[in-house]
């Protein structure tokens, strides 16, 4: 018996890529979905194109205010039956076998998260490049999960959803907190989503406030990664990312470089150390 997979699907005002993204997850080869919509509070026509469909699969929550991404995302969840959990935006797409793949892997690789690689296009769904996954050990570093994937119920459960107060960095959080829960990561190789670059995406329209939550998300996980048994080659990594992400918020960057430098010499030879000499340099 194939299990029920849930897949949340948030939108404000999505209306000029939020069909595509609903006849992506419908027409999937693997038909046991739920599709949970949560629209949260758009001001276009979003709930006419939702209201359009009458797929019985469909399942329409409108919140009275605007919750933004983490609490939308935990609103759908907080109503998923299936085993498997995944999410969406409702600018992006699957390819029409994406589903059936992950829950395939997941299913035979006994993993607790399956992730995959995938094309970035444009607004005319032009294919403009793509992106890596990467690996579990390396997820302060990067990360590594991205935008595709599909985990377990109780992983879920387990970590109780994502974090309300980390808004635009709410999933990668999530996935650090699995990694550091010892949950069975499972990339695939083969690309199967496709996400959207686009004027109004808040990856365009929010990049610095991102990068300054980013920031405050790695050094709140500072002391977890220092105490944790990783290498030295992936700690200094971590510092060292830790001194771009300082500069790129007009913060000193120099404890973080002593700190990645004493890790491993050797990364005085990396491409951003210039950089952070810079920066230190101005702070004196």
């Known amino acids: ?18 069909k595509k993204s609903i006849d992506s997850c419908l ?15 758009s001001t276009d026509n979003t709930e006419e194109i939702i209201l359009s469909y009458k797929d019985h699969r469909i399942k329409y929550i409108k919140n009275e205010t605007n919750q933004r991404l983490p609490r939308s995302l935990n609103i759908g969840f907080n109503i998923a039956y299936g085993d498997y959990l995944t999410w969406t935006s409702d600018d992006n797409f699957y ?22 690689p995938y094309f970035t296009i444009n607004n005319d769904d032009k294919i403009t490049g793509e992106r890596k996954v990467g690996k579990q050990e390396n997820v302060l570093i990067d990360n590594v ?21 980390l808004f635009l960095v709410e999933d990668y959080d999530f996935w650090i907190r ?30 610095n406030d991102i990068s300054k ?3 405050g998300l790695l050094k709140q996980y500072e002391v977890l990664f220092r105490s944790n048994n990783k290498s030295t080659y992936l700690k200094s990594k971590f510092y060292m990312k830790l001194a771009s992400l300082a500069i790129a918020n007009n913060e000193s960057a120099f404890e973080y470089y002593k700190k990645g430098i004493i890790k491993n010499p050797i990364s005085i030879f990396r491409k951003i150390t210039l950089k952070i000499i810079i920066n230190i340099s101005k702070a004196l």
Not at 145 to 165: D, I, R, T, W
């Open 1 to 18: 018996m194939n299990k029920l997979v849930s897949i949340v699907l948030p939108t404000y005002n999505g209306n000029d890529f939020l």
């Open 27 to 41: 027409t999937q080869t693997y038909q046991n979905i739920e599709l949970i919509i949560v629209n949260d509070c």
């Open 178 to 207: 699995a990694a550091f829960e010892n949950y069975k990561f499972s990339p695939l190789q083969e690309k199967l989503y496709y996400y959207r670059f686009h004027d109004n995406s808040l990856t365009e329209t929010r990049r």
């Open 145 to 165: 999960v991205k935008a595709c994937f599909l985990y377990k119920k109780e992983m879920h459960q387990k970590l109780e959803g994502y974090n309300p107060s």
């Open 95 to 116: 390819k029409s076998d994406a589903i059936e793949k992950m829950v395939f892997n997941l299913e035979n690789e006994n993993a607790d998260l399956v992730f995959a």
């Open 213 to 215: 939550a980013l920031f």
